[in-house]
């Protein structure tokens, strides 16, 4: 298990945009960037407190806002046309993850 951290990478259509971080290394652990909405599927489905997710979100944010300028991942717009049936593959993790 990787300790994660959220970080907010752009809006798009009038939505945030997220990818986890590898707390440890800063390396980005997601293939593409993700919604809120996966966030929170992903999260819930592990165990994580709505509150707990919503106070990391909106770090997220806050940081997204103070750090706007500095280097950021590219959103992918081909993710866009993915299902969400799938969360593992589309956070680009693997089962035993």
Do not use: W
């Not at 770090?59 to 969400?84: C, F, H, I, L, W």
């Amino acid at each position: 298990m990787v300790d994660v951290a959220i970080k907010k990478v752009s809006e798009r259509d009038g939505k945030d945009r997220f990818v986890l971080i590898n707390a440890t290394t800063r390396e980005v652990v997601t293939v593409h960037d993700i919604s809120e909405t996966t966030l929170r599927r992903y999260f819930a489905d592990r165990g994580t407190s709505d509150a707990m997710l919503t106070d990391c979100l909106n770090k997220a944010r806050k940081n997204y806002g103070e750090n706007a300028r500095k280097a950021s991942v590219p959103a992918n717009d081909a993710q866009e046309t993915m299902g969400d049936d799938d969360l593992l593959f589309e956070l680009g993790l693997g089962e035993d993850d």
